[in-house]
C-alpha cells in the first residue's frame, strides 16, 4: 500500500507518495486546478494499490477531495495535530511543502483507523450554515461591545449584559440615542442598526437550520439537552456516521476517548486533547444541561463522584458515554434519513 500525503495551499498542491515502511517514493507539486487534480491522478496511477491522505484543511481540501472521491479513490482525512506530530519527529529539519506532505502521509501510515473521506451531503450545508451562523454572532458581539463603550460615554444606563441581542431592548436603546446630536450618539446608532441587522440575519438562520435538523436527524434531537443547534453542530462536524467503523472510533475523532498512562504496576488514564473539539465542545454541552436537568446523568455523576472522581473527571466519562449514544442515534437517522432538498448557501450579511 502507497500513501499519498497532500500539503494543500490555495494555488498549489504538493503530494508525496511513501511506501508501507514510510521511505519517500516520489514528489509532485501542481496547480490547485482540476487540470492539476487530473495531472496528480496520472502521476499516483503507477503505484496500484494507493491510498490518499489529505490534512483536514476544509475549503483548502474540499476540491480535491471531491475530484479524487469522484473518480473511486480512497481517500482519508488526517487532523492537523497529527501531521504537526509526525513533522517535529522528522529526522529532516526545516518546514516546506514536501516536508509537510511527507508528514501528512506518515501520519496516516502510523493511525490506520482515520475517518475516510466521502462526498459532500447536507451535512457539509448543516455545517456551512452553522460556520456562519457563529461568524456573524461573533461579529455581533464585537459591534455590541463598541457600542457599550459609547453608551459609557454618553452617560446611558448600559442594558443588562447579553440582552442586547433582543428586539425590545434594541429599540429601547435606540429611541435614547435619537433624541441625542453628539457625534458619538450618531455612530453609536450606526453600530445598533448594524446590530440589528446582523440579529435578524442570525434569527433567519437558526430558523433554517432548525428546518433542516429536525428532518435530518430527530433520534438525535430527542437526546436530553441536545437542542437544534448542537444537534446541528453535531452533524456537520460529523460528517456522514458511515464514515466511523465502530463507536470507539467515533469517540477518538471526537476527543472523548481516554488516553491510557502507565507507570509500573498503576494504569491510570488522562485527558485527551486530540481529537474534533467542536463536537467536543457540543458533547460538553449536553453533558452539563444534563446534569443540571438531574435524572440517570446525575445519578451517574453522583456515582462516580462517591467513587473517587473529581468533577472535571466524571464528566468526562459522562461525555465518553453520550458519545456512544450520539454514535447510536446518528445511525438510527441514517438508517431512516430521507434526503433534505438541498438547500441554496448564500446567506445575506
Known sequence: MVVLGADLHKRTHTVVAVDDRGRKLGERTVSATREG???????????????????????????????????????????PKLMAGARRSSREPGKSDPIDALAV????????????????GVEREIRLLVD??????????????????????????????????????????????AGRVEL???????????????????????????????????ALLELVGCGPLTAAKIVGETGGVDRFRSKEAYARHNGTAPVPV???????????RGGNRQLNVALHRIAITQARLGGLART??????AAGDT?????????RKLSDEVFRRLQLDATRHVDVPAASTAVAA
Do not use: C, M
Open 37 to 79: 487534480h487530473l495531472d496528480l491522478r496520472r502521476w499516483a496511477s503507477r503505484w496500484r494499490t494507493r491510498r490518499w491522505a489529505l490534512e483536514d484543511g476544509r475549503h483548502l481540501s474540499g476540491r480535491l477531495e471531491a475530484d479524487l472521491l469522484r473518480a473511486g479513490e480512497d481517500v482519508v482525512r488526517v487532523p
Open 105 to 120: 502521509a506518515r501520519a496516516a501510515l502510523r493511525e490506520p483507523d482515520l475517518p475516510t473521506a466521502r462526498l459532500a
Open 132 to 177: 456562519r451562523r457563529e461568524d456573524l454572532v461573533a461579529e455581533r458581539t464585537r459591534e455590541i461591545q463598541r457600542l457599550r463603550w459609547f453608551l459609557v460615554e454618553l452617560e446611558i444606563p448600559e442594558p443588562a449584559l447579553a440582552s442586547l441581542d433582543r428586539s425590545v431592548v434594541q429599540e429601547r436603546v435606540a429611541a435614547v440615542l
Open 184 to 218: 458619538v450618539a450618531g455612530i453609536a446608532s450606526s453600530i445598533l442598526a448594524r446590530v440589528v441587522d446582523l440579529s435578524r440575519v442570525i434569527r433567519e438562520l437558526e430558523r433554517r437550520i432548525e428546518l433542516q435538523i429536525r428532518t435530518l436527524a430527530p
Open 262 to 272: 502507565w507507570s509500573g504496576n498503576t494504569i491510570r488514564h488522562r485527558l485527551s
Open 300 to 305: 451517574y455523576l453522583d456515582r462516580r463522584r
Open 311 to 319: 468533577k472535571t473527571e466524571a464528566l468526562r466519562a459522562l461525555r
